[in-house]
């Protein structure tokens, strides 16, 4: 049976290495939506298959010491490392969509639960939900189908953070 996590344990598992290099005000956002996050409500076990059938093809787990957690060598998305409670958009080296990088940058999106599992599920539609812009666009595609999925990749993304 799998121990639940306390909303102050995600948080210190969401600091990591990601949240010292942020900008200050993204830091100031991250920190409080760690802060305001509950523990993911998916199951890590159903999302890592979830994540082995559908994300590897273009997403990757490596931490900042470079040891793949999941996923393969792929670049065509970006590292998901540490991806909850931190700004949308903002991992280093990689090419965003412009409207992307505007809605973690300039509007503070900021990867929740509710975020994430909204985006995964219709990325462009999303973005132009959040940010009111009837144009904006995102260069990932593809939609993952079901809300239960993405809660659960969700899931398997937070408890990769603790490896």
């Known amino acids: 049976m799998r121990t639940p996590i ?7 598992l969401l600091a990591g ?10 830091a100031g956002a991250e920190t409080e939506a760690m802060a305001e996050m509950a523990a993911p409500t998916g199951d890590a076990a ?3 298959e979830t994540f082995a059938k ?13 040891n793949t957690l999941a996923g393969k060598a792929s670049k065509t998305g970006p590292n998901l490392y540490n991806v909850a409670g931190h700004t949308a958009g903002a991992v280093e080296g990689f ?6 990088e505007a809605a973690g ?9 509710e975020h994430f599992v909204a985006y995964v599920q219709d990325p462009r539609g999303f973005l132009r939900e959040f940010t009111g812009d009837s144009k904006a666009k995102s260069k990932m595609s593809f939609r993952l189908k079901g809300e239960e999925d993405a809660a659960n990749v969700y899931a398997y993304l937070v408890s990769l953070n603790s490896m």
């Open 46 to 48: 159903a999302g890592e």
């Open 54 to 66: 559908r994300c590897v093809t273009c997403h990757v787990v490596q931490d900042a010491d470079g």
């Open 105 to 113: 940058a300039e509007s503070g999106l900021v990867w929740t639960e």
């Open 95 to 100: 090419r965003y969509s412009k409207d992307l």
């Open 6 to 12: 306390t909303a102050l344990a995600l948080a210190a």
């Open 17 to 26: 290495p990601a949240l010292a290099e942020s900008h200050e005000a993204e």
